[in-house]
């Protein structure tokens, strides 16, 4: 099973800055990729941006410039550093990991996994 925990979200002033963390944990065969998405109210869940094995990103058009994904595998973490924050950015923000699982022995099938989330609020 992997887990995945997100953590750094708050209130912030537009303008502000946040760095979102996300540790990955459990029985990991790979990681695929791994993503950030967020969910505003009322609002479909979206791709803000990726991160591959390679290390390479890719960022949603309203986010690029200002949010920075970056890992760290020695801690089996990822992080998105958000800087010049706006009020369209509130939302929840969840980590997603394209993984397989290992049990000690076998491995299983590439699945989607998700962190629960963390608030992200941005005032104006």
């Known amino acids: 099973q992997v887990q995945l925990v997100e953590s750094g979200g708050g209130l912030v002033q537009a303008g502000g800055s946040l760095r979102l963390s996300c540790l990955v944990s459990?029985?990991?065969?790979?990681?695929?990729?791994m993503g950030w998405y967020r969910q505003a109210p009322g609002k479909q869940r979206e791709l803000v941006a990726t991160?591959?094995?390679?290390?390479?990103?890719n960022y949603e058009d309203s986010v690029k410039g200002r949010f920075t994904f970056s890992r760290d595998n020695a801690k089996n973490t990822v992080y998105l550093e958000m800087n010049s924050l706006k009020p369209e950015d509130t939302a929840v923000y969840y980590c997603?990991?394209?993984?397989?699982?290992?049990?000690?022995?076998?491995?299983?099938?590439?699945?989607?996994?998700w962190g629960r989330g963390t608030q992200v609020t941005v005032s104006s």
């Open positions: 997603y990991a394209y993984a397989r699982g290992w049990n000690g022995r076998e491995y299983g099938p590439f699945r989607d996994y």
């Open positions: 459990g029985s990991i065969f790979s990681i695929d990729s």
């Open positions: 991160i591959t094995s390679s290390g390479s990103t």
